[in-house]
């Protein structure tokens, strides 16, 4: 419902910019409210952001303890691109000689075709290929590809047919003919077998894939060697590789959530902030319950055996000040020194990071208990949730009470002005009579 007009006809006041002047008094409490509000959300928000980078963290220890990234594995690797390689299963480990003196090809050979007035029919492979009237050269090569019964494939060069066998290895055969087929042996190239010498053995494959010269292994020849090429296969053992980069992944997981922690709640609030913006700065600042986080987390690893793992807050130095890594406690991750270990003793590696006295297990019940639901930050983001939901209505009340303030105040001045007019014209009414008495 609109408010009523007061033009002030019978006060000679401003009657609506009194009544805009007084609702905007009554409105400051609303503005700090909206301010309060704010403050709330950006909280909620500031305090979900720390929960997720904290999971992030334990998300990162709990696959540093998983049994599947100690499991032992082999690796295997070649000195040269003539032979790739790569583990099927478990293979022996050590070193292997290849010497590759032959690849194995396919059979192929090409033919003259001549085209006829009438429809033809070849037999490829033991397979009828019905060709029509005046079929050309890429006739039949389209006849012949959509049907891999043949066991061959054809292409056409320079107007000649050149068909290849599917497979390799010397028993791979074509077998064409036809009345429009005129074979150029002089260009036939049989099938042949691959040729190696693994470790003084020979061997001969109808393939260029291996899977017999090494147990255990597939070897992918690609070229005539000019020299042995050696394979390696690594002793069964943790994978240095995986575990590097899970590591890693945590000395990232973890500067994120103490920096992001650290500005918040050492940022400065605004003393009387004018805007939503100035009074969301600082809404943590000098959280005790963030802080004390901060300082567990920090604990636990300076106490646990993290510099032998290759991870440390960074080397001392005479220029360190409050903004320093090694101050604010941000890691530092050296991956040369945990290859050293994990070649040493991957056993040692493994209980620095999840035995009794490893940092995941000094760090992950922290860490935990943080964000668990129930925990610390879970339970301060559903009261900030629930105080955000009060406000709101507060504001919808609050709303509610200043629409009706402002309808009674227009209803209030409203009567002034009738009674003022009423009186106005009583009086101009007996003045009017005295007038006439007098007269």
Do not use: C
């Not at 960074?314 to 050296?334: D, Q, R």
Request: glycine fraction near 8%; aromatic fraction near 4%; proline fraction near 3%.
């Amino acid at each position: 419902m609109s408010p009523i007009t007061v033009n002030g006809l019978g006060s000679s006041l401003n009657i609506e910019q009194i009544i805009e002047e007084t609702m905007s008094v009554e409105s400051q409490g609303k503005q700090r409210l909206e301010l309060r509000t704010g403050e709330v959300k950006a909280r909620e928000s500031a305090l979900q952001a720390i929960k997720t980078k904290l999971e992030a963290v334990e998300s990162a220890t709990f696959n540093l303890k998983s049994g599947s990234l100690w499991e032992d594995v082999q690796t295997i690797s070649s000195s040269s691109t003539a032979v790739t390689a790569e583990l099927n299963g478990a293979a022996g480990s050590g070193g292997y000689q290849i010497e590759v003196s032959q690849l194995a090809r396919a059979e192929q050979r090409t033919y003259t075709f001549t085209e006829s007035a009438e429809p033809q029919t070849l037999t490829i492979g033991g397979q009828t290929i019905e060709l029509g009237a005046n079929a050309k050269v890429a006739d039949v090569v389209a006849a012949i590809n959509s049907n891999h019964e043949t066991g061959v494939s054809a292409v056409e060069v320079g107007g000649k047919l050149i068909l290849s066998s599917r497979t390799t290895g010397s028993e791979s055969t074509i077998e064409a003919s036809g009345a429009g087929l005129t074979p150029e042996e002089a260009k036939t190239k049989l099938g042949q077998n691959a040729k190696y010498v693994v470790d003084g053995v020979a061997g001969e494959s109808q393939s260029n894939i291996l899977k017999e010269a090494i147990p255990g292994a597939t070897l992918t020849i690609g070229a005539v060697t000019t020299g042995p090429v050696t394979v390696n296969v690594g002793e069964p053992a943790p994978s240095t590789k995986a575990i590097a980069e899970a590591v890693k992944t945590f000395v990232n997981a973890y500067n994120s959530a103490v920096e992001y922690i650290e500005a918040r709640t050492s940022e400065q609030p605004v003393k009387e902030p004018k805007s939503q913006e100035e009074a969301n700065r600082g809404i943590l600042f000098g959280d005790s319950a963030l802080t004390s986080l901060l300082s567990q987390m920090r604990e636990s690893l300076s106490e646990s055996g993290l510099a032998a793992l290759g991870v440390s807050t960074g080397a001392p130095s005479a220029s360190v000040t409050a903004e320093s890594s090694s101050v604010k406690g941000i890691l530092v991750f050296e991956e040369s020194k945990l290859t050293a270990l994990l070649n040493k003793s991957p056993t040692e590696a493994k209980e620095a990071i999840s035995g009794v006295k490893g940092f995941v297990t000094a760090l992950e019940p922290i860490v935990n208990q943080a964000v668990k639901p129930g925990g610390g930050i879970a339970e301060r983001i559903s009261a900030a949730t629930a105080e955000a939901a009060s406000m709101r209505e507060q504001m919808t009340s609050l709303e509610e009470r200043l629409v009706l303030k402002e309808e009674r105040l227009h209803a209030q001045f409203s009567a002034m002005e009738v009674a003022l007019a009423k009186s106005k014209s009583e009086q101009e009414w007996l003045a009017g009579q005295l007038a006439g008495l007098s007269n």
